[in-house]
């Protein structure tokens, strides 16, 4: 039988759900925007993103409150417990999304101010991967779809190679045109900080099997070893 007090348990970790989503969301639309500054050299709108990280901002801060109350006035208890837990991580990774974002549009910003180079294709690719991987790892936490988490878990060593390549190959155009290097090494920016973009899609994953199965994830490679 479900008590008035679990009702409303679970009536504010839905509302805290709902906050992570509407953050999350936020933080795939400010990557999307940072990158179309990027390919397009559009530096007004490189200009624009480097301001629309205050509503990620400011929402992270209504989750830490938000978080606080739960845990004070609800006292929530096992699967309850790890969602409010899994949330309050979430947020800094999506927090993070968002300031790698307005990294992303700086080196847009310096590209616009340079002679245009090409933007090689394996730099396209590493986006769409990093884009998949956050949305994947989102909607997995919206569904507590562990599948789906651990899909989004499998695929971030794909990403690393990915940007891995596309840093040799960079040196190797650096090497060939030296004139184009600080156009090469924004590229190699560009790539990093994608590259942590699939980190913390790798990390909400995590805790979508915490939540789920009860499971940490966290360092399961290095703790294994």
């Known amino acids: 039988m479900t008590t008035s007090s679990q009702m409303k348990t679970g009536r ?6 709902q906050l992570a989503l509407r953050m999350g969301g936020l933080a795939e639309e400010i990557l999307e925007k940072s990158l179309r500054a990027t390919w397009r050299r559009d530096a007004a709108l490189a200009t624009a993103v480097m301001g629309d990280d205050l509503e990620i901002d400011r929402i992270d801060v209504e989750i830490d409150e938000a978080v606080l109350n739960v845990l004070a006035l609800r006292a929530p208890v096992a699967i309850d417990l790890r969602q409010v837990i ?7 990774d999506l927090e993070r999304v968002g300031d790698l974002a307005r990294n992303i549009a700086g080196c847009a910003r310096r590209l616009c ?11 396209k690719n590493l986006a769409e991967a990093c884009q998949r991987a956050l949305s994947e790892s ?3 936490f919206a569904d507590l779809d562990v599948d789906r988490a651990r899909a989004v878990i499998a695929a971030d060593n794909e990403i690393d190679a990915i940007e891995s390549a596309f840093v ?9 045109d030296p004139a184009t290097s600080a156009q090469q090494i924004d590229l190699m920016f560009v790539a990093r900080n994608l590259e942590r973009v699939g980190d913390h899609a790798t990390n909400i ?8 199965e009860s499971k940490n994830l966290k360092h399961r490679e290095k703790l294994s070893r």
């Open 12 to 17: 504010d970790v839905d509302q805290l759900r």
């Open 113 to 123: 101010e340079r002679d245009p180079i090409a933007v090689p294709a394996e730099l």
């Open 205 to 212: 994953a995590e805790h979508v099997v915490l939540v789920a």
């Open 86 to 92: 899994a949330i309050n991580t979430m947020a800094t």
């Open 138 to 140: 989102l909607g997995a």
């Open 168 to 176: 040799r190959g960079a040196i190797a155009r650096i090497q060939a």
